[in-house]
């Protein structure tokens, strides 16, 4: 069974300090890894994905990825209120039977 | 507006009533994804469509279970005989699919929240 595991949480950090969200995944088929945000209530959009080793940055978030530890996380800089929401990893394995595996998410709450 | 569309909403039935959901994904995406989502968990693969054909059903999909893609475009998704159990949002999504990595993503629709009392 592909998994992806995620600490649910819930991480609070005080505004403008860095929040680390942490991911495992056991599929080492996977190939791409995506970070969505999901506000209460809402659907899921997508911030960030990633698929070579190493960090990706677009902002204030920075993805990490280490293939041979199956690990993925999030990096969110100078963290505001709006970034309170959960954060869920996905991982997804290429070619013609593609689709996300997705992690329960975390949960983070930004405190003014 | 170029996003994926879902209707209802929202959907409040009684148990032991069909109820169907339609996704209308983004025009230039081939594949389209159905998930579903409870409290405190994250999105949870049913099925998905490359064009008009069903190429992925989960076995979390049961025989009440039936979606469709007539044309390619939009898509349904029936639930019969619904069970309280069935109560949760209902997410489709769309993406491009393209190439090895598809390192597109999803583009999820707002959702169609199922209660079933």
């Known amino acids: 069974q592909k998994e992806v595991e995620q600490n649910s949480g819930p991480l609070s950090v005080p505004e403008g300090a860095i929040a680390s969200l942490n991911c495992t995944y056991s599929d080492r088929g996977s190939q791409s890894f995506f970070w969505y945000r999901q506000y209460s209530g809402k659907s899921p959009e997508l911030i960030m994905f990633i698929y070579s080793n190493g960090d990706k940055e677009d902002g204030r978030f920075t993805a990490q990825l280490n293939k041979a530890s199956q690990y993925v996380s999030l990096l969110i800089r100078d963290s505001q209120p709006s970034d309170s929401a959960t954060y869920l990893c996905a991982g997804g394995s290429g070619g013609s039977n593609y689709k996300l595996t997705f992690g329960k998410g975390t949960l983070l709450t930004v405190n003014p | 507006d170029t996003g994926v569309s879902q209707d209802p909403r929202h959907k409040i039935t009684k148990r032991g009533q069909n109820v169907t959901f339609r996704c209308d994904p983004i025009s230039e995406h081939n594949r389209l994804y159905w998930y579903r989502q409870t409290l405190g968990q994250g999105p949870e693969f049913l099925t998905y469509?490359?064009?008009?054909?069903?190429?992925?059903k989960s076995r979390l999909l049961s025989d009440r279970f039936s979606a469709e893609r007539p044309k390619g475009s939009f898509s349904t998704l029936e639930i019969q005989r619904t069970e309280q159990g069935d109560s949760a949002m209902y997410l489709c999504?769309?993406?491009?699919?393209?190439?090895?990595?598809?390192?597109?993503?999803?583009?999820f629709g707002s959702g169609t929240r199922l209660t079933v009392v």
């Open positions: 469509f490359q064009n008009e054909a069903q190429l992925e």
């Open positions: 999504a769309s993406s491009l699919g393209w190439g090895p990595l598809a390192m597109d993503g999803y583009t």
